[in-house]
């Protein structure tokens, strides 16, 4: 947020008429850096906003390393994000049957009152089950465990015959929903576990830095149309660039 402020407070002055009549206004580098040096920034929030990023990423080893060091406290129990990271490896690996095991002991009510997510574990089981080539299972389970999903919800249906059209074809790759087979279906699976289960212990099940980040893109693209200034290009490393003139 406090980039943010930066940035939009120089849009407020170079918005002024003095400003606008004449062409883009220049801003030094000794200039922009006296602005930020300007704004005060308690080490207490940096300290919460790292913290927040590696409770809700999952860096179990890294949080405790910090807590430590930087005397800042989770949220949550930090032996709750290694429950979790094993729910989202399970996912990740294909073992949907244990994921959704040790969902159920760390909190049952989460696929009880979640029946979106409950389904995609079911799609995501069926996909393994393809994968692996048990064509008679595959179809047994979409049939008992699927298909009366379906009756009930227009968009399960949809899935579900998009998941099935995988047995149609001998080549995936000529199959439409291929993608479906690929690792990032997966890891779109378990970061929808990942979330309800943040969402269950009461914590964010994003992040705050990236929002921070795409606000930052955000506000330099609009100070483009107005200035030219340094700005950071490259996010890794976080240089300011001088300005082209």
């Not at 920034?41 to 590696?54: G, P, T, Y």
């Not at 994000?81 to 095991?101: F, H, L, P, Y």
């Not at 379906?150 to 998941?163: D, P």
Request: with cysteine; net charge negative; glycine share 2%.
């Amino acid at each position: 947020m406090f980039l943010s402020r930066i940035v939009l407070r120089d849009l407020d002055s170079i918005d002024s008429p003095t400003s606008m009549a004449s062409s883009k206004k220049v801003v030094t580098r000794d200039e922009w850096e006296r602005k930020l040096r300007d704004v005060k920034i308690r080490k207490e929030d940096m300290n919460r906003l790292v913290m927040n990023f590696l409770v809700t990423e999952g860096f179990v080893d890294a949080a405790d390393k910090f807590r430590i060091e930087s005397g800042t406290q989770p949220e949550i129990d930090l032996a709750s994000i290694t429950d979790r990271m094993e729910v989202k490896r399970a996912v990740q690996t294909g073992n949907v049957q244990e994921a959704i095991e040790k969902i159920n002991d760390l909190n049952p009510t989460i696929l009880d009152t979640n029946p979106q997510l409950y389904f995609h574990l079911q799609q995501q089981k069926l996909i393994e089950l393809i994968r692996a080539g048990k064509i008679s299972e595959a179809l047994e389970f979409a049939q008992e465990e699927l298909a009366p999903r379906g009756e009930e919800n227009q968009t399960f249906l949809e899935e579900i015959e998009k998941t099935v059209a995988l047995l149609v074809f001998e080549d995936v790759k000529n199959c439409p929903y291929g993608e479906l087979l690929d690792v990032s279906q997966r890891l779109k699976t378990a970061s929808e576990v990942n979330a309800a289960i943040l969402t269950s212990q009461s914590h964010e099940k994003d992040p705050k830095l990236p929002s921070l980040l795409k606000m930052l893109l955000w506000t330099q693209n609009q100070l483009d149309e107005k200035a030219a200034y340094p700005r950071i290009n490259d996010f890794t490393t976080a240089e300011l660039q001088d300005p082209a003139i």
